[in-house]
């Protein structure tokens, strides 16, 4: 799927046992990967294997995007839909988070990430 992530947005630290591939398409993130921080800019592939923390937040002052492979598959419109419900009104419940994630097989264990 790919993605267009307002300025500094991003999703809470979370674990789902699918693999997931990022490649930056355009601007710049912070990642968390299993507790180690660092930026990825365009061109960049992330690789965050099923199981671990993780969490990124568009750094820049413009909307970011980046292309992102789950594998294996899930129903992703279902999947965030039910995550926007959620989070809609940008107040993170991490119980709320860890109640609906139960359904996915995720684990919500923080806050997103602040720039």
Do not use: C
Not at 22 to 31: A, E, I, K, Q
Not at 47 to 62: I, K, L, W, Y
Not at 76 to 89: H, I, P
């Amino acid at each position: 799927m790919e993605t267009t992530n307002a300025p500094g947005f991003g999703p809470p630290l979370h674990t789902h046992p699918e693999t997931e591939v990022f490649r930056v398409l355009g601007g710049r993130y912070l990642y968390e990967v299993d507790g180690r921080r660092f930026y990825a800019e365009t061109g960049d592939v992330i690789t965050v294997p099923g199981g671990m923390p993780h969490a990124f937040v568009n750094v820049t002052d413009a909307p970011a995007r980046q292309l992102i492979l789950i594998m294996p598959g899930l129903d992703v419109v279902a999947f965030f839909s039910g995550l926007r419900d959620l989070t809609k009104d940008g107040k993170v419940d991490v119980a709320a988070l860890n109640a609906y994630g139960k359904t996915w097989g995720s684990k919500f264990l923080g806050p997103p990430l602040t720039p």
